[in-house]
């Protein structure tokens, strides 16, 4: 197993993408953080972990876009586990909104789901790498998004834009430290944020010809989290099945 006795923080764990990141790396060895919002889905999603022995999981409800919320479940994982090794930001909130009718408020929750709390979930688990003195993996999910404009969003593609970045900075200035930093870009993967189904008229756009799931992205994020990408460091990682390359 690829992530055998490993520690790893998983964000917005209780469905799509964060979902299946966090059973995939748990089934290859991990002991899984499913940090979540909503206390029930991060519940079921750790329940059905835990039915893997002898593989352990907790979920822990936790606000990300806090800082207080954030260093109390990191240390809670540290408390759980005993360290951290790996950390996936995957938490993100969006808008459908044009620069003329996004308000503040909404522009504020953006960014601080989708990109302060990468900042406060990085500098709160490589604290805790650093002192372990371990190697350490951080993915951050980015998207498409964030390489090309919309009409039906702003903070988000502005945010989006951010954490690719942000995971460049972060790379240089964590890469002396041991931990290895790198971002994926997914495109319309699972359904909707703040839906619980994929609509059946989201259309894709890709060289794939179907839509993606989100597993194709677990399995990106469990190559950046194993030794076989050790070394690859600060790259931005395209799952969308092509759609960057055929985008007009």
């Avoid at 995939?24 to 991060?42: C, I, N, T």
């Avoid at 945010?159 to 900075?169: E, F, H, P, Q």
């Avoid at 677990?218 to 799952?239: G, M, N, Q, T």
Wanted: charged content about 25%; hydrophobic content about 45%; proline content about 3%.
């Amino acid at each position: 197993m690829r992530l055998q006795n490993q520690v790893a923080i998983v964000t917005g764990a209780g469905r799509n993408i964060g979902e299946d990141v966090a059973k995939l790396f748990a089934q290859e060895g991990a002991s899984v953080a499913v940090v979540d919002l909503d206390k029930d889905r991060g519940k079921r999603v750790a329940d059905e972990i835990n039915k893997m022995t002898p593989v352990r999981a907790v979920s822990i409800v936790c606000d990300v876009a806090s800082a207080d919320s954030v260093e109390k479940m990191v240390q809670y994982v540290v408390n759980q586990f005993g360290g951290i090794d790996i950390l996936v930001n995957n938490a993100a909130w969006t808008d459908h909104k044009n620069l003329f009718d996004i308000t503040e408020d909404e522009w504020d929750r953006v960014m601080n789901v989708c990109l302060r709390s990468v900042w406060y979930c990085t500098r709160s688990a490589a604290k805790v790498m650093i002192a372990q003195k371990k190697k350490g993996k951080i993915i951050n999910i980015a998207s498409t998004s964030g390489h090309w404009g919309r009409k039906d969003a702003t903070a988000y593609t502005t945010a989006k834009a951010g954490v690719l970045n942000l995971t460049r900075s972060i790379a240089v200035q964590l890469a002396p430290e041991g931990i290895r930093v790198n971002s994926i870009s997914p495109n319309r993967i699972g359904s909707p944020v703040g839906q619980d189904e994929v609509p059946e008229n989201r259309a894709v756009k890709n060289l794939a010809g179907r839509r993606g799931i989100p597993m194709d992205i677990a399995k990106a994020a469990l190559f950046l989290a194993s030794d076989e990408s050790d070394f690859v460091y600060a790259i931005d990682l395209p799952v969308d099945g092509g759609a960057l390359a055929i985008r007009d």
